[in-house]
Each structure stands twice: as structure tokens, then as C-alpha cells.
Nanobody, 125 residues
Framework: VQLQACGGGLVQAGGSLRLSCAAS????????MAWFRQAPGKEREFVAAISWNGGNPFYADSVKGRFTISRDNAKNTVYLQTNSLKPDDTAVYYC???????????????????WGQGTLVTVSS
């Protein structure tokens, strides 16, 4: 099982990045998917999630209106389009897969079925 995230980088405030997460080793289309992030010295936090069929996207208040989550089940890939980036968005971004989704995204890290390695997003002011 692997979730390979990429697309991070250094961007100026107000800029955009598109993160991708490619799944392999399991049937990703059967799983809800999400993005989390962890800033230096802070706990990992929920960013956005999407249902197994691409419906019901929902977001943390801090990114609502600026970030968009989507998925392409034919490519076993989930995306996070990040716009109007702020320095506070600086973090390592992780993708995750879970059969339950919903409120389970707000549980502990161990409650999630699969985690990917992170991709670093740095937003300069």
C-alpha cells in the first residue's frame, strides 16, 4: 500500500499549488480520501476530504473558499488545488485514505486506514 504525494514547493503569498496523491496497492476507489497538514511545532490537522465517488467534499474553515479537493478514480489519484496561499498555510501536507470517512477524519491518526508520506508547502510573505 502506498500513497505518494507530490506537488509541494516554495510559493509567494497569494500564489497557488496543485498537490497530487497517487494511490497504489489497494482499491482506492473504495476509500474516502483526505488531505491533512502539519506545521512545525503543531499537531496534524484536517484540511479537506472527499467521498469515494468524488462527492461530498468538505473543508476546514481555515481553507474554505481557497482550496479544492478532487479525485480521479481512473488514475487512483486525489488532488488538492490550493489558491490564495498564506504564510499560515506553510506545512507538510499528507494524503490519507479511509473506509469510514466522515467523522472518522477527526479522530486520531491511528484511526485512519492509510497515510501517505508528506509533501512540503512553504509560503513566503
Amino acid at each position: 500500500v502506498q500513497l505518494q504525494a507530490c506537488g509541494g514547493g516554495l510559493v509567494q503569498a497569494g500564489g497557488s499549488l496543485r498537490l497530487s496523491c497517487a494511490a497504489s496497492g489497494f482499491t482506492a476507489s473504495n476509500y474516502h480520501m483526505a488531505w491533512f497538514r502539519q506545521a512545525p511545532g503543531k499537531e496534524r490537522e484536517f484540511v479537506a476530504a472527499i467521498s469515494w465517488n468524488g462527492g461530498n467534499p468538505f473543508y476546514a474553515d481555515s481553507v474554505k473558499g481557497r482550496f479544492t479537493i478532487s479525485r480521479d478514480n481512473a488514475k487512483n489519484t486525489v488532488y488538492l488545488q490550493t489558491n490564495s496561499l498564506k504564510p499560515d498555510d506553510t506545512a507538510v501536507y499528507y494524503c490519507a485514505a479511509d473506509r469510514r470517512g466522515g467523522s472518522n477524519w477527526y479522530g486520531g491518526v491511528r484511526d485512519i486506514d492509510y497515510w501517505g508520506q508528506g509533501t512540503l508547502v512553504t509560503v513566503s510573505s
